[in-house]
């Protein structure tokens, strides 16, 4: 049996007649990001429709019950209410990421395990930390920043305020890639063995059953449960995490 690492697959190409921006690829990434998108929006629809005051739907009631963990998941990793504001953008990158990692389910490749995808992520939690640290303590306060505790240190201070993005890229990526290759070992190597096992049966009963990857059944289910829904829920639970203590550091000065 062949396993391919590869990445995402392109679908096909578009040309942009730019140079600098060379061709737009409409990868695999690129379609099940959408298809993630279109999921979460229509999820969002179907639960806020026919909101009422009094006598709630059970639907109804499970948004309001989303809303209250986001708005308690922000405030009380912050302590106040000034970062309220964070709580739309926390809540649909929470989403966004647990949905893009549990999607491999359905035999699709999960949108994270492309870098690109964590990477347009990160860049847009350190812009939202940049323009936070720049509000705190003005636009002088934060090129002071760098050269503190003394000037000699601002080329470290520099590369530790990029090290930023690039950590939260990183650590998603690795752990959700880390996941889906060791599946597909686990997938390839169970279907060695199953030709190995039964192979060895005489005629065409031999070459049928060998042929089957048998063990291929169950016990990747099991494993998935970590890899897939655990791993997939707590990726997205650090990056989240980390994007609201980021910025309310900043904040702080």
């Known amino acids: ?12 190409t578009i040309p942009t007649g730019i140079p600098i ?54 405030r009380n990793n912050t302590g106040s209410r000034k970062f309220d504001k964070l709580i739309p953008f926390v809540a649909a990158l929470f989403t966004t990421s647990v949905v893009s990692n549990l999607i491999s389910l359905t035999g699709l490749r999960s949108p994270t395990a ?80 199953s030709t190995a096992l039964l192979g060895w049966l005489p005629g065409a009963l031999g070459q049928i059953l060998g042929s089957i990857p048998i063990l291929d059944v169950g016990i990747p289910a099991i494993l998935s449960v970590y890899f897939d829904w655990f791993s997939g829920a707590m990726q997205a639970f650090i990056f989240s995490m980390l994007t609201i203590m980021y910025i309310a550091n900043a904040a702080e000065g």
């Open 21 to 74: 921006l060379g061709d737009i690829q409409i990868s695999e990434t690129l379609v099940v990001s959408w298809i993630v998108m279109a999921l979460i929006t229509g999820l969002c629809i179907w639960l806020t429709r026919d909101l009422k005051v009094e006598n709630i739907s059970k639907r109804q009631a499970l948004a309001e019950f989303l809303v209250e963990q986001a708005n308690n998941f922000v």
């Open 1 to 12: 049996m062949n396993f391919d690492v590869t990445g995402a697959a392109v679908y096909f």
């Open 114 to 193: 492309d870098l690109s995808t964590e990477a347009a992520w990160a860049i847009v939690v350190f812009i939202m930390i940049t323009s936070t640290k720049i509000k705190a303590g003005g636009l002088l306060g934060y090129l002071k920043g760098f050269t503190t505790p003394i000037a000699v240190m601002t080329p470290f201070n520099i590369l530790s305020e990029l090290a930023t993005p690039v950590s939260m890229a990183c650590r998603h990526f690795g752990n959700i890639l880390s996941g889906v290759v060791i599946n597909g070992l686990i997938y390839a190597s169970l279907a060695i063995a």
